[in-house]
């Protein structure tokens, strides 16, 4: 019960924080659309004072020497050489990936290069999905790391072909969208690949995996461990979310219990 009212109270403290007390600045109204309410229209050029990161400025003092629009152009190439199996120098085409190469999913590495390769040549996914397609959009420069392209993907497509030894389905694919990005040197060679970081579990047919895993989960032949399986939460997690309505009006009705609530959870939650 502690665990979980503590996650409970972090969640919904962090998000009162973010709103409560932040300065507002107004920008010029845009132009309303006939369907909005009005009282939200007229919230329109309303942007947060503080807490906006100046996506520009921090850019503009970067002191990597590739420009954003190469890097957005070199992760753009990078992708399509992987689209046609190239990207590790065969058939005499350039090999992308440096010597510290790491491949990153959420619950997949880091791999270095052979193993990266290997490990996706593997799934043949070209085989099993032929008309699959990844919709790559929103292509752009990290400005916390300006040497890193993040942009994203969903999934759409067909099992019409074998997988893994087994036969086609037949069944469609609709993934939900997903954070990849590709991290350069200065030589523009990939450093890091990370994909699969699903942005809403509730999207798609994949029961909210991202990657690989999910594409199999969509179609029936989900691999048997828990990671390639949808999250579901251990039987104390679930039993205690079921209740989070009696929690937060617990917090609400006595501050005590809320500051003790806390007090016990991060004593038991420290980290040295």
Not at 22 to 34: E, H, L, Q
Not at 148 to 170: C, E, F, I, M, Q
Request: proline letters at 8%.
């Amino acid at each position: 019960m502690a665990l979980i009212a503590l996650l409970l109270l972090l969640s919904t403290a962090c998000s009162h924080a973010l709103r409560a007390g932040v300065p507002r600045m107004t920008a010029p109204a845009a132009a309303a659309s006939s369907t909005l309410r009005p009282d939200l229209a007229a919230a329109l050029g309303t942007e947060p004072e503080s807490g906006m990161a100046d996506e520009a400025a921090m850019l503009a003092s970067s002191t990597f020497p590739i420009p954003p629009d190469e890097l957005v152009s070199l992760a753009k190439a990078f992708t399509a050489a992987q689209l046609a199996g190239t990207a590790d120098g065969s058939g005499g085409n350039p090999d992308w990936f440096a010597e510290d190469f790491r491949f990153v999913a959420p619950v997949v590495g880091p791999y270095d290069k052979g193993l990266f390769i290997d490990s996706l040549k593997s799934f043949d996914l070209k085989t099993a999905f032929p008309s699959l397609s990844s919709n790559y959009h929103h292509f752009r420069v990290c400005p916390f790391k300006p040497n890193r392209v993040w942009y994203s993907v969903k999934y759409l497509g067909k099992n019409d072909g074998p997988v893994l030894g087994r036969p086609a389905t037949g069944k469609s694919v609709e993934s939900p969208v997903q954070a990849h990005s590709i991290t350069f040197n200065e030589q523009g060679e990939v450093t890091k690949f990370t994909i699969g970081y699903v942005m809403d579990k509730e999207e798609g047919n994949t029961g909210g995996l991202g990657g690989v895993f999910g594409l199999f989960w969509a179609i029936g032949y989900g691999f048997p461990f828990p990671e390639a399986q949808p999250y579901k939460p251990s039987p104390v997690y679930g039993t205690l979310q079921s209740v989070n309505r009696a929690i937060q009006d617990a917090f609400k009705a006595s501050p005590a219990f809320k500051s003790a609530v806390q007090s016990v959870l991060t004593t038991l939650g420290k980290r040295e």
